[in-house]
C-alpha cells in the first residue's frame, strides 16, 4: 500500500466571482502582428478610427468630394473640333465610344438612299468620245494616230470611278450594278491615266506631250504567275546623233504599280510602283535608279520589254497582313484554301455628263511607306525603324510577299529579277483615305480593286504599245503561251533565247495578263449578286418598292428604252452630278 508521505498537496481551488477569472484582450482595429509575415508583408498598423461629431462628418465629406469635371462650352468645343483637336474634357461619356466596333468580317457594304433612275441608265453604258490629235510614225513605218479621250472622268482626289448602269433585275440595290464598256478586253484604263495622255481607240497604244504621265491597265493581278509585253514605239533612237549623242523621241518607264501609286509620276516614282527605264536599261523604285541592265544596253525604238510577275496566294498573303504568317509553315504556300476574300464595296452612282459611274473612296499612302522613301530625316517609326521590311515586320505596310519577283525580259532575252519579296497590299496594309461620320473606321476594307496593275509613263513624244495577250510577240519558252508574228516582230519559240530553269522556289503557271480581265468580269458579277442577296436579306427576304412603281413604270423598266430623260416616280429628282477640271 503506498505511503501519502511526500506527495504534494493540490492547492484548493478560487471560489472567487466569475468577474475575476482572467479573460483575453479584445482585438484592437489597428492589430497586427509584431513580426511580418507572408500574409502581412509590409506590416503596416492602419490608423485608428476616430469619432467625429455629425457636423465634421458632413464638412469632411464636402472637402473629399471628387471634383467635378468642367464642361467646355459648345463653341469652345466646336473651336477645338475645327483646329483638329480631340473634345478631351467631354463631361458626359460618349455613346460612340461605348460602342463595340464591328469585325470586318461583321461589316457589310454601305447602303445609300438614292432617287429613280432615269430610263436612259438602263442602256449599256458608253465609252469616251475620241477626239484626233496627232499621228506618228512606228518603228517598223506604220502610223500611228493618237485620239484625246475625253467626256469621262478621271479617278483623282481620292476618288475611284467604275462604270455602271441599271439592271431591274437588282431592285434592292437600287438597280445599279457594275459594267464595261468598249473595248471589251485588257486594255490601258482611259479613266485611270493623268491629263494629256493620249490613246488610239483600242487603249493599246498610249503617249503624251507633256511631261512624265503614268497610265495604269484596267485589270490588277493580285495573286499566281502573269505575264504582259510592252513595245517602245517612239523612244530612244538606234542610231547616235551626229555629234555622237543619243537623240531620242521620247522617254518611257514600264512596270507594275498599285493603286496608290501618283498618276502624275513616272513609274517607280515611289514605294507603290516598281518600273525600268529606258535611259541605260536601269530599275527604279522610291525614285531610286539603279544599273540592271548589262553595261551598253538600253531601250530604243522597237524594243520589247516583257513583264513578269509572281505573287503568293491570297490565302499566305492575308496570313502575312494579320500578322499571322510563320516562315516554318507557310513558307511553301501549297496549303489548299477555300476561303474567299471579303470584298465590301462602299459605292455610290454618280452622273458625269451623259455618263454613270460608281464612286468609291480610293486608297491613299501611308506615312510609313512615305518617310520609307523620303530622303529627309524624319521621326516616324517607318524609315528609322532598324528593322528593314519583311513578311513579319510590326507594321502592316511594311511586310513584303515571300516568294514574289518581277522579271524583265528584252526581246526575248531573260534579263533577271529586277525585284523579289514586294510590298504586300491587301488589307490593312493597304488603306483607304481616311472617312469620317459614318463611314470612319473602313479604311481597312478591301472592295477588290487593289493590287498590282501593268503601268506604264511616257515623257515629252515616248510613246508605247502594249500586249496582254493571249498572242506575245516574245513569249517565255515553255509557258504554253502562243506567239503572234507582226511586221518582223517576234519568231519562232525555239529561237527565243530565254532560260526558265526553276531557278525561283514555288513557281506558278504562267499565263497572260488578258485571262486576269475574264476573272475580273466574273468576280464583279458574283460581287454584285451578293451585295443584291444581302441587301434583300435586309429588307426581310423581300422586294420593297421605294419608287412605288405600276406595271406600267415596270414594262418601262424591262423595256429599257424611250422617255429620254424621263424620271420613274417617287425618290428624289436626281442623283449627284460630278464635276471635274482637266
Same mark, same amino acid.
Given at each position: 500500500? +503506498?505511503?501519502?508521505?511526500?506527495?504534494?498537496? /493540490?492547492?484548493?481551488?478560487?471560489s472567487?466571482a466569475a468577474?475575476t477569472?482572467?479573460?483575453?484582450r479584445? #482585438?484592437e &482595429?489597428?492589430?497586427?502582428p509584431? %513580426?511580418?509575415s507572408?500574409?502581412?508583408?509590409?506590416n503596416?498598423?492602419?490608423? /485608428?478610427a476616430?469619432i467625429?461629431?455629425?457636423?465634421?462628418?458632413?464638412? +469632411?465629406?464636402?472637402?473629399?468630394r471628387? $471634383?467635378r469635371?468642367?464642361?467646355d462650352?459648345?463653341?469652345?468645343?466646336?473651336?477645338?473640333?475645327?483646329? *483638329?483637336g480631340?473634345?478631351?474634357?467631354?463631361a458626359?461619356p460618349d455613346? $460612340?465610344q461605348?460602342?463595340?466596333?464591328?469585325?470586318?468580317?461583321?461589316?457589310l457594304?454601305?447602303r445609300?438612299?438614292?432617287?429613280?433612275?432615269?430610263l436612259t441608265?438602263f442602256?449599256p453604258?458608253?465609252g469616251?468620245?475620241?477626239?484626233?490629235h496627232?499621228e %506618228?510614225?512606228g518603228?517598223?513605218g506604220?502610223t500611228i494616230e493618237?485620239f !484625246?479621250?475625253?467626256?469621262h472622268v478621271?479617278?483623282?482626289?481620292a476618288?475611284?470611278?467604275?462604270?455602271?448602269?441599271a439592271d431591274p433585275?437588282?431592285p434592292s440595290?437600287? @438597280?445599279y450594278?457594275?459594267?464595261e464598256?468598249?473595248?471589251y478586253a +485588257?486594255?490601258?484604263a @482611259?479613266? &485611270?491615266s493623268?491629263?494629256?495622255?493620249?490613246?488610239d481607240?483600242?487603249? /493599246?497604244?498610249?503617249t503624251?506631250?507633256k *511631261?512624265f504621265r503614268?497610265s495604269?491597265?484596267?485589270v490588277?493581278?493580285?495573286?499566281?504567275?502573269?505575264?504582259?509585253?510592252?513595245?517602245?514605239t517612239?523612244?530612244?533612237?538606234r542610231?547616235?546623233?551626229?555629234?555622237g549623242?543619243?537623240k531620242?523621241?521620247?522617254h518611257?518607264?514600264l512596270g507594275w504599280a498599285?493603286r496608290?501609286a501618283s #498618276?502624275?509620276a513616272?513609274v517607280?516614282?515611289?514605294?507603290?510602283?516598281? *518600273?525600268?527605264? &529606258?535611259v541605260?536599261?536601269?530599275k527604279v523604285?522610291?525614285?531610286?535608279p539603279?544599273?540592271f541592265?548589262?553595261?551598253?544596253e538600253?531601250?530604243k525604238?522597237?524594243d520589247?520589254i *516583257?513583264?513578269?510577275i509572281?505573287?503568293p496566294?491570297?490565302?499566305l498573303?492575308?496570313k502575312?497582313v494579320?500578322?499571322h504568317y510563320?516562315?516554318?509553315?507557310?513558307?511553301?504556300d501549297?496549303?489548299?484554301?477555300?476561303?474567299?476574300p471579303?470584298?465590301i464595296? &462602299?459605292?455610290?452612282?454618280?452622273?458625269? $455628263?451623259?455618263h454613270i459611274y460608281f464612286?468609291k473612296?480610293?486608297?491613299?499612302t501611308?506615312?510609313? #511607306?512615305?518617310?520609307l522613301f523620303?530622303?529627309?530625316? %524624319?521621326t516616324?517609326?517607318?524609315?528609322?525603324?532598324?528593322?528593314?521590311?519583311?513578311?513579319?515586320?510590326?507594321l502592316?505596310? #511594311?511586310?513584303t510577299?515571300?516568294?514574289?519577283y518581277?522579271?524583265?525580259y528584252?526581246?526575248g532575252?531573260d534579263?533577271?529579277a529586277?525585284?523579289?519579296?514586294?510590298?504586300?497590299?491587301l488589307p490593312?496594309?493597304?488603306?483607304?483615305?481616311?472617312?469620317?461620320g459614318?463611314?470612319?473606321?473602313?479604311e481597312?476594307?478591301?472592295?477588290?480593286?487593289v493590287?498590282?496593275y501593268?503601268?506604264?509613263?511616257v515623257?515629252?513624244?515616248?510613246?508605247v504599245e502594249?500586249?496582254?495577250?493571249?498572242?506575245?510577240?516574245?513569249?517565255?519558252?515553255?509557258?504554253g503561251?502562243?506567239q503572234?508574228?507582226?511586221?518582223g516582230?517576234?519568231?519562232d519559240?525555239?529561237d527565243v533565247?530565254?532560260l526558265d530553269?526553276g531557278?525561283v522556289?514555288n513557281?506558278?503557271p504562267?499565263?497572260?495578263v488578258?485571262?486576269?480581265?475574264e476573272?475580273?468580269?466574273v468576280?464583279?458579277i458574283v460581287?454584285d449578286i451578293?451585295?443584291?442577296?444581302?441587301?434583300?436579306a435586309? !429588307?426581310?427576304?423581300?422586294v420593297i418598292?421605294?419608287f412605288?412603281l405600276?406595271?406600267?413604270?415596270?414594262e $418601262?423598266?424591262?423595256a429599257?428604252?424611250?422617255g429620254g430623260?424621263q424620271?420613274?416616280?417617287g425618290?428624289r429628282?436626281?442623283?449627284?452630278?460630278?464635276?471635274? !477640271?482637266?
Amino acid at each position: 500500500m +503506498a505511503s501519502d508521505v511526500g506527495s504534494p498537496r /493540490r492547492e484548493p481551488t478560487p471560489s472567487g466571482a466569475a468577474t475575476t477569472v482572467p479573460q483575453k484582450r479584445a #482585438l484592437e &482595429d489597428d492589430h497586427s502582428p509584431a %513580426v511580418p509575415s507572408p500574409l502581412n508583408p509590409e506590416n503596416k498598423a492602419a490608423p /485608428r478610427a476616430q469619432i467625429q461629431a455629425p457636423e465634421e462628418t458632413q464638412q +469632411a465629406a464636402v472637402l473629399n468630394r471628387e $471634383k467635378r469635371t468642367k464642361k467646355d462650352s459648345f463653341k469652345k468645343r466646336e473651336a477645338k473640333a475645327a483646329a *483638329g483637336g480631340s473634345d478631351s474634357s467631354r463631361a458626359t461619356p460618349d455613346p $460612340k465610344q461605348q460602342h463595340k466596333e464591328p469585325s470586318i468580317n461583321e461589316l457589310l457594304p454601305a447602303r445609300y438612299k438614292l432617287a429613280p433612275p432615269k430610263l436612259t441608265d438602263f442602256e449599256p453604258a458608253r465609252g469616251p468620245v475620241f477626239n484626233s490629235h496627232h499621228e %506618228v510614225q512606228g518603228p517598223e513605218g506604220e502610223t500611228i494616230e493618237f485620239f !484625246d479621250a475625253t467626256e469621262h472622268v478621271f479617278n483623282k482626289r481620292a476618288f475611284h470611278y467604275t462604270h455602271c448602269i441599271a439592271d431591274p433585275t437588282f431592285p434592292s440595290m437600287f @438597280f445599279y450594278r457594275q459594267t464595261e464598256t468598249e473595248p471589251y478586253a +485588257a486594255h490601258m484604263a @482611259f479613266e &485611270d491615266s493623268a491629263s494629256h495622255v493620249y490613246f488610239d481607240r483600242q487603249g /493599246r497604244h498610249v503617249t503624251t506631250d507633256k *511631261g512624265f504621265r503614268m497610265s495604269r491597265a484596267n485589270v490588277a493581278v493580285r495573286e499566281g504567275r502573269w505575264y504582259w509585253e510592252c513595245k517602245v514605239t517612239r523612244g530612244t533612237l538606234r542610231e547616235p546623233g551626229s555629234e555622237g549623242d543619243t537623240k531620242a523621241h521620247g522617254h518611257v518607264r514600264l512596270g507594275w504599280a498599285r493603286r496608290e501609286a501618283s #498618276l502624275d509620276a513616272p513609274v517607280g516614282f515611289d514605294c507603290y510602283s516598281y *518600273g525600268i527605264r &529606258d535611259v541605260a536599261g536601269q530599275k527604279v523604285h522610291m525614285s531610286r535608279p539603279k544599273d540592271f541592265f548589262p553595261p551598253g544596253e538600253e531601250i530604243k525604238e522597237g524594243d520589247v520589254i *516583257g513583264l513578269e510577275i509572281q505573287l503568293p496566294s491570297e490565302h499566305l498573303h492575308r496570313k502575312i497582313v494579320t500578322g499571322h504568317y510563320n516562315p516554318a509553315v507557310d513558307l511553301a504556300d501549297d496549303e489548299p484554301s477555300l476561303e474567299a476574300p471579303n470584298i465590301i464595296r &462602299d459605292r455610290i452612282p454618280i452622273r458625269f $455628263k451623259q455618263h454613270i459611274y460608281f464612286e468609291k473612296i480610293d486608297y491613299h499612302t501611308t506615312k510609313e #511607306l512615305e518617310d520609307l522613301f523620303s530622303p529627309a530625316p %524624319v521621326t516616324s517609326a517607318g524609315s528609322n525603324s532598324p528593322e528593314q521590311p519583311n513578311p513579319n515586320h510590326p507594321l502592316p505596310s #511594311l511586310r513584303t510577299l515571300p516568294n514574289s519577283y518581277i522579271k524583265i525580259y528584252k526581246n526575248g532575252k531573260d534579263m533577271g529579277a529586277p525585284w523579289t519579296d514586294l510590298f504586300a497590299f491587301l488589307p490593312p496594309a493597304s488603306k483607304q483615305s481616311t472617312q469620317s461620320g459614318a463611314h470612319a473606321g473602313r479604311e481597312a476594307l478591301d472592295d477588290g480593286t487593289v493590287g498590282y496593275y501593268p503601268a506604264v509613263s511616257v515623257f515629252r513624244g515616248g510613246a508605247v504599245e502594249v500586249n496582254f495577250g493571249p498572242d506575245f510577240w516574245f513569249p517565255p519558252p515553255g509557258s504554253g503561251l502562243p506567239q503572234k508574228h507582226q511586221n518582223g516582230v517576234g519568231g519562232d519559240e525555239d529561237d527565243v533565247d530565254m532560260l526558265d530553269d526553276g531557278s525561283v522556289p514555288n513557281q506558278k503557271p504562267l499565263r497572260p495578263v488578258s485571262d486576269r480581265y475574264e476573272e475580273q468580269i466574273v468576280e464583279d458579277i458574283v460581287y454584285d449578286i451578293i451585295d443584291e442577296v444581302g441587301f434583300w436579306a435586309q !429588307d426581310g427576304g423581300k422586294v420593297i418598292d421605294r419608287f412605288n412603281l405600276t406595271a406600267k413604270d415596270a414594262e $418601262k423598266l424591262l423595256a429599257t428604252g424611250g422617255g429620254g430623260a424621263q424620271l420613274l416616280p417617287g425618290g428624289r429628282e436626281e442623283i449627284k452630278e460630278l464635276v471635274q !477640271d482637266d
